[in-house]
């Protein structure tokens, strides 16, 4: 059966510090990975997605994430995180199987 | 295009007593979920439709029914609510469903079993 882990329950960084949140996932077969960001309050909107081809996929807000199929591996990242990123990150397997979450505080 | 839209927002229930989430989507999208979202167990798929007629079971579907006589409306029943469903859940929609396209979520019915 198909599972995801992400690593980090909470996460809490600075302004203009760098992001990397952990999603690795358990299926032999070909998979479509997504990454959902939940703002307080708010509904799961979608971040990024991966289904094939270029694994470094780039999404909204400046988010990326590296799809690394050796590793199961595909977190997410982001250069320099601003307070308005304070939010709830979900990571999915084939949009049926979701991440724990992690959820992330910036401090300004 | 209003999107996904469910009602309730909140709804208090006691034990036993039975209830109906809405969920309607104006996308005509043929793939629509049902989810809970707990803390620290992220989102559990509850059940979910390929089209009108059409549904089956997700990962906990137990305490739930659900049926699909149009497109546009997927709603969830709780037979009788235990306060193991409190919970927050969200309805979503998809062209295609499977992994295969987008999932556009509703804002969600928090509820609270007593």
């Known amino acids: 059966a198909q599972s995801v882990s992400q690593h980090n329950h909470h996460v809490i960084l600075s302004e203009a510090a760098s992001l990397e949140l952990g999603c690795n996932y358990s299926?032999?077969?070909?998979?479509?990975l997504f990454w959902y960001v939940q703002y307080p309050g708010q509904h799961l909107q979608l971040l990024l997605k991966?289904?094939?081809?270029?694994?470094l996929v780039k999404g909204i807000k400046g988010f990326e994430a590296e799809f690394i199929k050796s590793k199961f591996s595909f977190n997410l990242r982001k250069p320099s995180v601003q307070w308005s990123d304070t939010a709830e990150y979900f990571c999915?397997?084939?949009?049926?199987?979701f991440g724990a979450g992690t959820r992330l505080t910036v401090k300004p | 295009n209003a999107g996904v839209t469910q009602t309730p927002k909140f709804q208090v229930l006691k034990t036993g007593q039975s209830m109906t989430l809405q969920c309607a989507q104006d996308?005509?999208?043929?793939?629509m979920s049902w989810y809970r979202q707990d803390p620290g167990m992220g989102l559990r798929l509850i059940h979910y439709?390929?089209?009108?007629?059409?549904?089956d079971q997700g990962e906990v579907p137990n305490g739930y029914n659900v049926s699909r006589s149009t497109t546009e409306d997927f709603p969830l029943r709780l037979l009788s609510a235990a306060p193991s469903q409190t919970s927050v859940y969200f309805c979503?929609?998809?062209?295609?469903?499977?992994?295969?396209?987008?999932?556009?979520f509703g804002p969600g019915t928090r509820l609270l079993v007593l």
């Open positions: 979503a929609s998809s062209s295609s469903g499977q992994g295969v396209e987008t999932q556009y």
């Open positions: 299926y032999g077969g070909t998979v479509n």
């Open positions: 991966y289904f094939s081809g270029d694994p």
């Open positions: 999915a397997v084939s949009e049926v199987r």
């Open positions: 996308m005509n999208h043929e793939y």
């Open positions: 439709s390929v089209g009108a007629g059409i549904t």
